[in-house]
């Protein structure tokens, strides 16, 4: 499961609806978008951008 920030699904997108339940890659491994963030919401850590939220800990292959 990935949830899109607002401006990641704007530009790589183009803002469309149908995305949701797609798969998308990140480094080679498969997610379903499963939603969008809310237009204004950046994060939870003040001052940086995320382009899209995955939990980590379901994904052995992706942790540091």
Excluded at 17 to 34: E, R
């Amino acid at each position: 499961m990935v949830v899109l920030s607002y401006g990641f699904w704007t530009d790589t997108f183009s803002r469309d609806p149908n995305v949701m339940g797609k798969t998308l890659y990140i480094k080679g491994v498969p997610f379903t978008i499963a939603g969008v963030a809310a237009p204004k919401f950046f994060g939870v850590k003040a001052g940086s951008t995320v382009d899209f939220w995955i939990p980590l800990q379901n994904r052995p292959e992706l942790n540091a």
